[in-house]
Structures are given as structure tokens and as C-alpha cells.
């Protein structure tokens, strides 16, 4: 094993573990899973609190596995997924550039894994890990993991037993309580 390699795992590995203990615990000035899933939810990933709780354990055990150099490809792949899907859902449509909120440093993660996975496991690993990683993010976004998320204004759906309704506006119609009924 190379000193740079070990390095490199370590310091990638150990940051997305605190990113993730951020999502999933509101550590080192995250914002915990209740929070971070009403931002995944303006995103587009629904539920938003399940997205964050998936995202988060993907970056701290992904993180804790690569750091400790147990599982590479696998810690790698779900590393790589998130940040696939950081891309395509936050950052891709900003440019290549992180000041103006773009994907460079999630591209820069993402060939850092593959490096480390490459330099420790043979080419084959890091291009399965990578393949795994994005087909993930893809899967992971799709139903039945994904649903549509429900206005915050909506209504709940009463039509399965439209009888209640109809009795209290009937009753408030007549101006009678609606416990006199029966």
C-alpha cells in the first residue's frame, strides 16, 4: 500500500464522514435529518427526511469504510452515488465552477474514489465502482424511492369516504352542530 493512497482515503474518507454525520445528526454544523430533508424535498427528493437519512449513512459509512480501507469499491460506489446525484440534482445546471455553486468539486470527489479504488484495487474495480455509483444515484431517485412531492398547501384527500364531509356541510347548511346528527 502507498502513503499517498492511504493519505488520500483518509482525509476523502474521514470529510464524508463528518458530511454525513452533518445530514444525520446535525454535527460540525449540519442541519439533521428534519431540515436537510425539507431541502432535499425542494430538490425534488421525496420523501425528503428517507433521502437524507439514505444520503447521510452513504457518507459516513462510505466515509468510515474507505478511511479504514475495508470494502473500497463498495464504500466508493455509494460515495460516488451521492455526489452523481449532488450533480444532477443541485450543482449540474450552474456551470463547471464551485463559485457560482457547479459541480467541479463533486467531480473532483468522485475521481479522487476512483483513483484511490484504481491505485488499490485494479482498473476494473474503480470503473465498476463508478458504474455503480451513478447507476445508484439513478435508482435512487426513481419510484418507488422517489415520490412526488405533495404541496404544502394541499388538502387531504377525503374521497375514499365522502360521507363525513357530506354530513357536515349538510349540518352546516342547517345550522345545526354537526354532533346532533345520527
Known amino acids: 500500500m502507498q502513503l499517498g493512497t492511504s493519505i488520500l482515503r483518509a482525509v476523502v474518507g474521514g470529510l464524508f464522514v463528518g458530511h454525513g454525520t452533518q445530514k444525520l445528526f446535525g454535527w460540525f454544523g449540519g442541519h439533521g435529518p428534519d431540515a436537510t430533508g425539507q431541502a432535499f424535498e425542494s430538490m425534488g427528493l421525496a420523501p425528503g427526511k428517507r433521502h437524507a437519512l439514505a444520503a447521510g449513512t452513504a457518507e459516513a459509512a462510505g466515509g468510515a469504510l474507505l478511511a479504514a480501507g475495508v470494502l473500497r469499491p463498495v464504500a466508493a460506489s455509494a460515495l460516488t452515488g451521492t455526489m452523481v446525484t449532488a450533480i444532477r440534482k443541485v450543482h449540474g445546471s450552474k456551470g463547471p465552477w464551485n463559485t457560482e455553486g457547479g ?3 463533486n467531480v473532483v470527489l468522485i475521481a479522487a474514489l476512483f483513483a484511490a ?3 488499490e484495487d485494479g482498473p476494473a474495480a474503480a470503473i ?4 455503480a455509483g451513478a447507476a445508484g444515484s439513478f435508482l435512487a431517485t426513481q419510484p418507488p424511492f422517489t415520490v412526488a412531492p ?4 394541499a388538502q ?3 374521497s375514499a369516504d365522502p360521507a363525513p364531509v357530506a354530513d357536515e356541510e349538510r ?3 342547517e345550522g345545526r352542530p354537526a354532533e346532533q346528527s345520527a
Do not use: N, S, T
Open 156 to 158: 387531504p384527500d377525503v
Open 128 to 131: 465498476a465502482q463508478l458504474a
Open 171 to 173: 349540518f352546516q347548511r
Open 150 to 153: 405533495q404541496p404544502a398547501d
Open 117 to 119: 479504488v484504481e491505485a
Open 103 to 105: 459541480w467541479e468539486y
